[in-house]
């Protein structure tokens, strides 16, 4: 009996295609950490990695299932390129939006700044900001904020809080992206921002 792991991307792909979910999950393992990583040391940024991270496996899923992909024994090195044109894109569109936001000048003097010299009230400000963020959290509707907390706070894989959550992983990923969304919005509508 052959098993996920043992077909070849290609027949996970039309497996997937046919609607078994487990399918993608397995394309998910088998490439997660190699496209997280290569993100990652492209953009040197955690949360800007986990967000195209995102936005790339979405892409991927909904590629497959508009049959705008042609199976042809090169699905990694599709999915490269489609993830090396995600990032173009990415910087790109930071390139046309270039500014310096109050958190990364904050950061800029937490990284530069010896903690003594700083206001004293400093540190206060920013455990206020973060409380601020958790209520935020805390207003999402259930189902993203499970997932959210499970992979930031938590660090779990998607397809391991797919099969917590007891869905596929594109609705994981899926209420991932829009808690991420949610959150943004949250965040600037009640003004929170690193004093």
Same mark, same amino acid.
């Given at each position: 009996?052959?098993?996920?792991?043992?077909?070849?991307?290609?027949?996970?792909?039309? /497996?997937?295609?046919?609607?078994?979910?487990?399918?993608?999950?397995?394309?998910?393992?088998?490439?997660?950490?190699?496209?997280?990583?290569?993100?990652?040391?492209?953009?040197?940024?955690?949360? #800007?990695?986990?967000?195209?991270? /995102?936005?790339?496996?979405?892409?991927? +899923?909904?590629?497959?299932?508009?049959?705008?992909?042609?199976?042809?024994?090169?699905?990694?090195?599709?999915?490269?390129?489609?993830?090396?044109?995600?990032?173009?894109?990415?910087?790109?569109?930071?390139?046309?939006?270039?500014?310096?936001?109050?958190?990364?000048?904050? /950061? /800029?003097?937490?990284?530069?700044?010896?903690? &003594?010299?700083?206001? =004293?009230?400093?540190?206060?400000?920013?455990?206020?900001?973060?409380?601020?963020?958790?209520?935020?959290?805390?207003?999402?509707?259930?189902?993203?904020? =499970?997932?959210?907390? +499970?992979?930031?706070?938590?660090?779990?894989?998607?397809?391991?809080?797919?099969?917590?959550?007891?869905? &596929?992983?594109?609705?994981?990923?899926?209420?991932?992206?829009?808690?991420?969304?949610?959150?943004?919005?949250?965040?600037?509508?009640?003004?929170?921002?690193? #004093?």
């Amino acid at each position: 009996m052959t098993t996920l792991r043992t077909c070849s991307d290609d027949e996970l792909v039309c /497996q997937y295609c046919e609607g078994c979910d487990r399918a993608f999950a397995e394309l998910l393992r088998r490439y997660e950490a190699d496209i997280h990583n290569y993100i990652f040391l492209t953009v040197a940024d955690s949360d #800007v990695a986990d967000d195209l991270f /995102q936005e790339v496996f979405i892409k991927v +899923m909904r590629t497959l299932k508009e049959g705008k992909y042609r199976a042809k024994g090169k699905f990694k090195a599709w999915l490269l390129r489609l993830t090396h044109n995600m990032m173009m894109d990415h910087f790109r569109s930071e390139k046309r939006s270039l500014y310096v936001t109050n958190y990364d000048a904050n /950061q /800029q003097i937490l990284d530069l700044t010896p903690a &003594s010299d700083l206001p =004293e009230d400093f540190f206060d400000d920013q455990e206020a900001m973060y409380h601020q963020i958790s209520l935020c959290v805390e207003d999402l509707p259930e189902a993203q904020r =499970e997932v959210l907390k +499970m992979r930031i706070y938590e660090d779990i894989p998607f397809k391991e809080i797919a099969e917590r959550t007891e869905v &596929s992983i594109s609705t994981a990923l899926g209420r991932m992206r829009y808690a991420l969304i949610n959150l943004r919005k949250m965040v600037r509508e009640r003004n929170i921002a690193p #004093v």
